[in-house]
């Protein structure tokens, strides 16, 4: 995957409602893209369901999450509403795949995003990166708030 | 473990449970470690954007402890996660024979937040992400405990 020091690979991509979430709209903040395989697994459930616990902590840090996958805008809104959270979901659906690609997470075998967070600084850089060895182990929240003292320091 | 941890058991080895009442994989654990010659130690995780309730049952818990019966709301709360509303915590107040003005009082107490708020964060740090997870010997062992999980604790 895309590593720690790369500028962040430029995006523009639908949100869950259809409004448009690009790379340029992250400046001056520090984003977390939390690359999920797919909207409905009870794997991924579990991980944004924690996420959205530590929100406000993470907003006290200039810290925001985005949750990308290859669903489909509509599949997403669904998603999180079943899941009761308010993290953005990102749909990298047409072309599909381009943003997992760009970001080296893609799985071609799968036709999915493997799970990954990537941390993108305020000036758009890549400052931290982090993939399980296996997409069923779900990267816990304290390793985010690690990740931001090791570059706030 | 910390000093005002709640613990059941005192022989056996140690279980860390980091666990959220409303979830019913918790309910599921706890029927399994029921039976387990364990010491366990139970931890709030409330997931409050799946499960509504989660943090005010995990109030509610402390202040039934507060009154000598955490363990008893604990098995009460788990064995029936289809009445948790308000009016079914007072009539398991009255079934455990604890004050129930004293419980409403309690739960909403600072204290009790931030003692649910101290395990969740323990939890986090831990790296739980999913309800509920055994630590046995320092390793986490997330979900249901897996039958080989079991077995080795039967011993």
């Known amino acids: 995957m895309i590593e720690a020091g790369a500028r962040a690979p430029d995006f523009s991509l639908s949100n869950q409602d259809g409004d448009t979430v690009a790379l340029q709209d992250l400046k001056g903040q520090y984003s977390v893209l939390v690359f999920f395989p797919a909207a409905f697994s009870p794997v991924c459930t579990d991980q944004l369901s924690v996420y959205e616990e530590v929100l406000p902590d993470l907003r006290a840090r200039n810290a925001a999450l985005y949750g990308v996958s290859v669903d489909g805008a509509f599949a997403l809104e669904a998603f999180q509403k079943s899941i009761g959270t308010t993290i953005p979901l990102l749909s990298d659906f047409h072309p599909k795949g381009e943003v997992a690609k760009a970001y080296d997470v893609w799985v071609p075998e799968r036709g999915i995003a493997t799970r990954a967070l990537v941390l993108i600084g305020p000036d758009l850089d890549v400052l931290w990166t982090h993939q399980p060895p296996s997409p069923l182990e779900i990267p816990g929240a304290n390793l985010i708030f690690d990740a931001l003292d090791a570059v706030a320091a | ?155």
Not at chain 2, 37 to 63: N, Q, Y
Request: proline share 6%; net charge negative; aromatic share 6%.
């Open chain 2, 1 to 155: 473990m910390g000093e005002d941890d709640h613990v059941l058991g005192d022989s056996g080895p140690l279980v860390v449970e980091y666990a959220d009442l409303e979830c019913p994989y918790c309910a599921k654990a706890n029927l399994l470690l029921a039976e387990l010659p364990v010491r366990r130690v139970f931890r709030h995780f409330p997931i409050v954007s799946k499960h509504p309730r989660a943090r005010v049952l995990a109030h509610a818990l402390e202040a039934a402890g507060m009154q000598g019966a955490f363990w008893e709301m604990h098995g009460s709360l788990l064995g029936d996660q289809g009445h948790l509303d308000d009016p079914h915590l007072w009539l398991r107040c009255e079934q455990l024979g604890l004050e129930v003005a004293r419980f409403d009082a309690d739960r909403r107490s600072e204290a009790v937040a931030e003692r649910v708020e101290r395990d969740f964060r323990s939890g986090l740090r831990a790296g739980v992400m999913t309800t509920p997870t055994l630590f046995v010997d320092g390793v986490a062992h997330p979900g249901v405990p897996a039958a080989d999980l079991i077995a080795r604790l039967s011993r």
